[in-house]
C-alpha cells in the first residue's frame, strides 16, 4: 500500500510507547497522541497534521516517547535515538507500507538504521520508500550524508516549505512531502 505513511517520533504522549497503532483520520491519531499538555506542540505531532493533509488510507504511528518524573518535575525525552529508530523499525517489521517518515532530524547514524532497514525489507519483499530531513555544516558533511542514504530515499530535505502560505518547519515539511508522495499514482 503506497498510500500507507509509517510515522515514527516522539509525541506528546507516551500512550502505545514502541507499540505500532494504525490510524485512518488525523482526529483518531490525535485523540491518543495529542493530550494538549504541552506549550510547544512537540515536532512529531506538528508531522502528523502534515501527512495527513493528504487523502491517505492511513498512518501506522511509532510513538518513541518516554515520560519520567511526576507532578512539577516531568522530563519528557521525545528523541529518536538510534536504538529508539531500531526498536521502532524491529516492531513494524512484519507490517505493510509504502512510506516511511521519521520526525527527527536525521544523523548519519539514523540515516544507516533506515536504509539497513529498508535493504531488509526490500529482500523480504516488503520495501518502502522515506523521506528524511536534515541540516549540515557543508558541502563534505552534506555529501556523506547522501553516500549513506541508499536507493530507498526519495528525498533529503534540508530546507523548510511553503505550503498554501503557510511556512512549515523542516520536520512538518519533511512530513508534508512524505504524504504528497503517497498520494502519487503508480503506473504499470
Do not use: H
Not at 40 to 45: F, K
Not at 81 to 86: A, G, H, I
Not at 96 to 112: K, N, P, S, Y
Not at 125 to 145: E, L, M, S
Request: aromatic share 8%; proline share 2%; charged share 20%.
Amino acid at each position: 500500500l503506497n498510500d500507507v505513511v509509517c510515522l515514527i517520533g516522539g509525541f506528546e504522549t507516551e500512550a502505545n510507547y514502541l507499540e505500532p497503532k494504525f490510524y485512518t483520520t488525523l482526529s483518531a491519531a490525535e485523540a491518543v497522541l495529542a493530550d494538549g499538555s504541552e506549550t510547544d506542540t512537540p515536532a512529531a505531532n506538528l508531522a502528523l497534521k502534515q501527512v495527513f493533509d493528504k487523502d491517505i488510507s492511513g498512518c501506522l504511528i511509532v510513538n518513541v516517547s518516554v515520560k519520567t518524573g511526576s507532578g512539577n518535575s516531568v522530563t519528557w525525552a521525545r528523541t529518536v535515538t538510534k536504538k529508539k529508530l531500531e526498536d521502532a523499525l524491529a516492531a513494524v517489521n512484519q507490517m505493510t507500507f509504502g512510506q516511511l517518515f521519521v520526525a527527527e532530524e536525521l544523523t548519519d547514524e539514523l540515516v544507516t538504521v533506515i536504509d539497513t532497514e529498508a535493504q531488509a525489507r526490500f529482500k523480504d519483499k516488503k520495501p518502502f520508500g522515506y523521506i528524511g530531513v536534515g541540516t549540515r555544516t557543508n558541502a563534505t558533511t552534506y555529501g556523506t550524508t547522501a553516500a549513506k542514504m541508499g536507493n530507498w530515499c526519495y528525498a533529503f530535505l534540508t530546507q523548510a516549505l511553503t505550503v498554501r502560505g503557510n511556512e512549515l518547519s523542516l520536520i512538518e515539511s519533511g512530513a508534508y512531502l512524505t504524504s504528497l508522495i503517497s498520494t502519487l499514482s503508480i503506473e504499470n
